[in-house]
């Protein structure tokens, strides 16, 4: 198989096809994006995974954050979802383990009076760039971004055309099937063949959902939300090192920061209020009108099978998840390696499991963010009486009732969160029983911990926003 056909230029297209080619570089491959169709556009955070991606294709860190209008990234700050802010972010200095336990989470459960422990890690940062990360070139504050989705597109197709990927515009309206089930060409303005296609066209999954048959699998009794309103407000005089995650009175709304905006949007439950009133309680919030640049309704859940007969179905096309925790770009790096790593040996089964797997593993962190103890509306109401937890998560929480989470209590090929991920959420939500931390805690209290005060780093810094401002001077 030399010819790859991916449907849809938007990033998860492009994404898939760099790492396609960085991967198969003697393959010949070719973005079909619609002449009528935008990118999402709402999607403006990503995980680490995004840096993952930018390793794996060569693509440099600095020239990502010029071309993308990018800002640096910490994690998750939450606020009003629990009787403290808290913050989720983890860094390498954390994770240590001892005797499977993380044993530096557990001293500050016991120890600290702050919400989290990753309180203390934002407050070191205090938008603050620490030049001794920038002796390499190739090494940033973290791995982790804010962009401006569509400054990441046009970054993305001009990598593509220098890697010789060809795009065309057309809209596909119709599929050639062979007898064996296989596509043998999609079709708009003319016939495009190849032996292998990907499915990047988004929401409407043209191909293994229209052309295939493949079944969706819905998970909306699993999650309370299903509709969403995105817009734009002005640039923040100084960026905030993290996405803001706030809980409203029938959902929860994003504000990112990036070069020259700030991107918002609010998802709630139409079972609640409709977008109307979502609209008015935003502009009630801000202060301020605000001109809404898109909304959409969505069913959470995933295909049956990513790949069916010669083709695959990668981001919005095979899965969707509430924005929470940024997982929408990362997933399309995670499952472009599951198929790239399988793609050689044709091991369709083994993909799709792996698939299905990074998906669960995605579902179950962000519907953990509702174990929240909030009641003050229906809808909050609603959440802490009638939440419906998956077996995989509850399985979790009925280990983490009685001892702490350990490393091997999430294990996922190509999954995007770990049993760590867990502790912030868990923590600032006040989720944990304090005295069976305590328990675990005695008996290991004697382990020196790492003390990030003793580093110098905060020496030679400089703000986040003109930190920026001078990559831009100099590049």
Known sequence: MNN?????????????????????PNKNIE???????NIAGVGESSSEHISDFCEFCGIDKIDFILKAKSTFKVGVYFDNWSEEDFLHSINSHNVSTTLGSFFPYLHQVVANNRPNYEMNYKGSWDNQVPLLFFNDRDHTPTRQFHFDSYALNEFLKERCLLEGIKIVQDDIDCFDIDSNGNILSVNGSRKYNADFFIDCSGFSKLLLGKALGVKWKSYSEYLPLDSAIAFSTGEMDEYNMYTKSTARDYGWSWQIPTQGRTGNGYVFSKKFINETQAHEEMEKSYGHEIDISKSFKFNPGRLERA????????????????????????????????????????SVDECN???NDIFDNIFDYVQAHYLTKKDDTPFWRDIKNNLKLTPSLQ??????????????????????????????????????????VWKEYKHIQHIKLFNWEDTNYKCNSMSHKDFIHNLNKEN
Request: proline content about 4%; overall charge positive; some cysteine.
């Open 353 to 355: 499991q792996m698939v």
């Open 4 to 24: 790859f056909v991916i449907i849809g230029g938007g990033n998860a297209g492009c994404i898939s096809a760099l790492m396609l080619k960085t991967a198969f």
């Open 31 to 37: 973005i079909i994006e619609s002449k009528n169709i």
């Open 395 to 436: 399985n979790l929480l009925n280990k983490w009732k009685i001892r702490f989470p350990q490393s091997d209590d999430v294990i996922c090929k190509w999954g995007m969160f770990t049993a760590v991920n867990y502790i912030p959420i868990l923590y600032g939500l006040k989720w944990f029983d304090y005295q069976m």
């Open 307 to 346: 790949w069916y007969k010669n083709c695959y179905a990668v981001g919005l096309s095979q899965s969707f998840v509430e924005p929470l925790e940024a997982t929408a770009i990362g997933s399309v790096v995670q499952q472009m390696f599951a198929f790239i790593h399988t793609y050689p040996s044709n």
